[in-house]
């Protein structure tokens, strides 16, 4: 079962989750240049305080809270303190570009919480056989949305078609750790519908996904049912033969490429 990931401080939207399977909560701290590096796209920017990690926290019986914090700087080691002082259960670093600041953080650290690396810079893409064995690393997830700009993509997808995650899930499954990656719409939306999303995260044996924000609604009830539709269709996708499998690669990877041939048209 894939794990889904649900971004919120909220805490009835965080109890309604965690009473269902297979759900993450994450609490987004990440602010620093993040506005600057999205400016003009319709991208989440989170409004998450320090002290919703312990609301969020004191919410869950069952799943585990994951905190985002900011990219490495001077204030890394008292935020740490603060996010593992309020319970987090793993810790993820964004927008790291060496091995150094990746083995800095866990450093930092120190043992307290599993790291989640994001995997979000050409930089980190390309140091990944360097880095991906730091200490207290027990999940590689790639960050589509800055990736993609970092590797001057178009869409977001791009770099599922090109292969680059086929590439990065082997060597991160190689090395006995968890792989993620981007988030999902719901079945039949978005540009690239979620069924497609989430049949290359089965594919590509993935753990973990993000919803999105057309999972957002006020009616949590209305939520748990599309969260179940997703199942479903988990359920459905996993007994795919082989040969069923690679005809869906290929699909998905045309409709990537004619949806990013579409955008060039309008640059």
Do not use: Y
Not at 10 to 24: Q, V
Not at 163 to 188: E, H, K, N, S, Y
């Amino acid at each position: 079962m894939i794990e889904l990931l649900q971004i919120t401080n909220d805490p009835a939207l965080a109890r309604r989750c965690d009473a269902l399977p297979g759900m993450r909560l994450f609490v987004d701290l990440e602010v620093n240049g993040k506005a600057e590096r999205q400016a003009g796209r319709n991208t989440f920017i989170s409004t998450h305080r320090l002290d919703d990690v312990g609301r969020i926290k004191s919410q869950l019986k069952h799943s585990r809270l994951m905190v985002r914090v900011n990219p490495l700087h001077a204030g890394t080691s008292g935020e740490l303190d603060a996010v593992l002082a309020q319970g987090a259960d793993w810790v993820m670093l964004p927008m790291f570009h060496s091995p150094d600041e990746l083995q800095t953080f866990s450093r930092l650290v120190a043992g307290r919480a599993p790291i989640v690396a994001l995997l979000e810079t050409a930089g980190a893409l390309q140091s990944l056989d360097d880095w991906v064995g730091t200490q207290g690393l027990c999940e590689v997830f790639v960050g589509l949305n800055d990736l993609h700009l970092s590797l001057g993509c178009r869409f977001m997808f791009e770099p599922l078609a090109q292969g680059v995650l086929d590439r990065v899930a082997a060597r991160v499954q190689a090395q006995g750790l968890r792989f993620g990656f981007g988030g999902i719409a719901r079945l039949d939306d978005g540009l690239l519908p979620g069924r497609d999303v989430l049949a290359e995260h089965l594919r590509l044996g993935s753990g973990a996904v993000i919803l999105s924000r057309t999972f957002h609604c006020a009616d949590l009830a209305l939520l748990e049912a599309q969260v179940g539709s997703l199942r479903d269709a988990e359920h459905k996708l996993v007994k795919r033969s082989p040969a069923v499998i690679e005809v869906d690669r290929q699909r998905v990877a045309a409709k990537i490429g004619d949806i990013t041939q579409a955008m060039g048209t309008h640059t």
